[in-house]
């Protein structure tokens, strides 16, 4: 099970908000990853609920994650609870940034 976690984290990587140059996993946007027998489900927001590139992303997301999904079908679920903040941030996403404690 661990395998495919590891290929669905390693698909959602590779998605970028274009407006920001870090992809959606470091910047904290995936909530949960639920691997069942016979589907996947994915919990995850947006910095803002104003976002352009909303719709584009969680269909992205839904494609990538299909193509390592093994047969399983994939739901992205959008969720604005609890909101987005800095502290979801990985380092390497702070880094990137220039927000590191200093900056925020």
């Known amino acids: ?3 495919v976690r ?4 390693n698909e959602i990587k590779k998605i970028y908000d274009p407006e920001i140059p ?11 990853i639920d691997i069942k027998e016979k589907n996947i489900i ?11 590139m909303m719709e584009d992303i969680l269909n992205q997301v839904k494609e990538n994650v299909e193509s390592v999904s093994h047969g399983k079908t994939v739901d992205v679920k959008l969720v604005w609870d609890p909101v987005w903040d800095l502290s979801r941030m990985s380092d390497a996403a702070r880094i ?3 927000l590191t404690e200093q900056g925020w």
Do not use: A, H, K, R
Not at 22 to 32: F, P, S
């Open 1 to 3: 099970m661990s395998d």
């Open 22 to 32: 870090v992809n959606i996993w470091d910047l904290g946007l995936i909530y949960n």
């Open 42 to 52: 994915i919990e995850m927001t947006f910095t803002s609920p104003t976002c352009p």
């Open 6 to 9: 590891d290929d669905i984290i």
């Open 96 to 98: 990137e940034l220039d």
